[in-house]
């Protein structure tokens, strides 16, 4: 081997060991939630085919709160606008973290997940467009989420010994995946947009960052100030979850001996994320498939009919087809221009099978349904059993593919968590320093 080849950069080489041990206390939180998830989607399909369907409609279509405020809305409204803000809350926070403090603040790191993020977006946005796009163009957006708890729910079953860097990738690919989602939401499915509201959200949003930068934690500050970021944004007519990330990006990641400590030491993001990851893993994307997932599917007949619907079809295949052309084609084509190589032992079908995860789409999918065609409408019953449908079979395709590598990831496996010295630090962690240049 040449010292040429030895110093090309490596793609999906195992990170610092802080890094992957943070990311894997993520990575079982958000896996928890992912299987609350699917507890929370199928109880609603239980009940929403049920005899007592209509008590499902009843419990979704409630109104709570203060019409004066506009917001005497629905318990399915109250859990898309705003359990989900909390959920873009905890993404935003673990996106800026990232790439101020994490091992994506290097550019040739970062060009990885992001291209494949990308790609993920864009390409079932095309098939889509190609399939359904005349007669719904709304539903563009529909196939281009990753449901990450989802996903790694799946992971947890079929591929739980997975190398530590493929399951960095799918994370990091997830969080970029949702700031996309949630730049689109803000763009594209704005209908009306008051001036007034948005820049009045400002006032409330900036005092909030003021008060994180200075490292205040005082409950009763923050919060009414997070609230009224969010008031006034859904006033405005932007989808009230884009307020979780703005407010998400005011919190700092790493605290400097300038605002308070005698060392640089980790912001408030940090804080932040171990007190709200739990309620949005737990709680808010839990709610929110319960009071989404819910439709009369009416047996195999009506699976047909809603299948056959051009938005069914383009959804199920931009999640199916278009998820793993994008994230494949997308990394392929930075390790073709950087001149990168797959880390040792792994192959293109290992992305692939991570590829195929990326097509889980439920939570934001579901989401920019109900944005695009209105909660209860017949077409977002479509959307609804395209994005389980699609979501289902890229889980199983997924399956079959990381089963058959499953030997290989076992011995992964084992390298990554071996301690002989019992430091408390796998001893591949303890070897050599890594690559800064290794993807």
Do not use: C
Not at 70 to 98: P, S
Not at 262 to 280: M, N, V, Y
Not at 315 to 330: E, N, Q, R, S, T
């Amino acid at each position: 081997m040449t010292d040429a080849t030895r110093r090309r950069p490596s793609l999906f080489a195992r990170r610092s060991w802080p890094e992957t041990s943070r990311i894997s206390g993520i990575l079982r939180k958000e896996t928890v939630g992912g299987a609350l998830l699917l507890v929370g989607a199928l109880l609603a399909l239980i009940w929403s085919n049920s005899p007592w369907s209509d008590g499902y409609q009843a419990v979704r279509d409630f109104r709570v709160g203060p019409a004066a405020l506009h917001l005497d809305l629905t318990l399915g409204t109250w859990a898309a606008d705003g359990l989900l803000a909390i959920f873009f809350f905890v993404a935003g926070l673990e996106l800026k973290r990232e790439f101020v403090a994490g091992d994506l603040r290097d550019p040739l790191r970062a060009a990885v997940p992001v291209s494949a993020a990308v790609g993920g977006v864009a390409v079932p946005a095309i098939l889509y467009v190609v399939i359904a796009g005349a007669e719904a163009p709304r539903g563009w957006a529909i196939p281009t989420a990753t449901d990450i708890a989802f996903a790694l729910a799946v992971l947890a079953v079929v591929g739980r010994f997975l190398p530590s860097a493929l399951r960095t990738f799918l994370l990091t690919l997830a969080v970029v995946d949702d700031l996309l989602a949630i730049m689109i939401i803000a763009v594209f499915y704005t209908a009306d947009l008051a001036v007034l509201p948005l820049l009045g959200a400002l006032v409330p949003l900036a005092v909030f960052g003021l008060l994180v930068q200075r490292r205040v934690r005082s409950w009763w500050l923050l919060l009414p100030l997070a609230a009224a970021t969010w008031v006034l944004v859904h006033e405005s007519g932007v989808h009230a979850t884009v307020a979780g990330v703005l407010l998400a990006f005011t919190v700092p990641v790493v605290r400097s001996a300038a605002a308070g400590g005698p060392d640089a030491g980790p912001g408030l993001a940090e804080h932040f994320e171990h007190r709200f990851r739990p309620i949005s893993a737990g709680v808010a994307v839990p709610v929110f498939a319960f009071l989404s997932a819910g439709v009369t599917v009416g047996g195999l007949a009506g699976l047909a009919t809603a299948l056959s619907d051009k938005v069914a079809v383009g959804i199920v295949v931009g999640l199916v087809v278009g998820k793993p052309i994008g994230i494949v084609g997308a990394t392929w084509l930075v390790s073709r221009f950087t001149r990168a190589q797959l880390d040792q032992g792994l192959k293109w079908v290992d992305v692939l099978g991570l590829s195929l995860l990326g097509g889980i789409g439920f939570t934001v999918s579901l989401l920019i349904g109900e944005l695009a065609f209105g909660l209860g409408s017949d077409r977002d019953d479509h959307v609804k059993v395209a994005v389980l449908a699609g979501s289902l079979l890229s889980a199983l395709l997924a399956t079959v593919i990381l089963r058959s590598r499953s030997r290989l990831y076992r011995r992964v496996h084992e390298e990554e968590t071996a301690d002989v010295d019992h430091d408390g630090v796998p001893d591949v962690y303890d070897a050599a320093p890594q690559d800064p240049s290794r993807q």
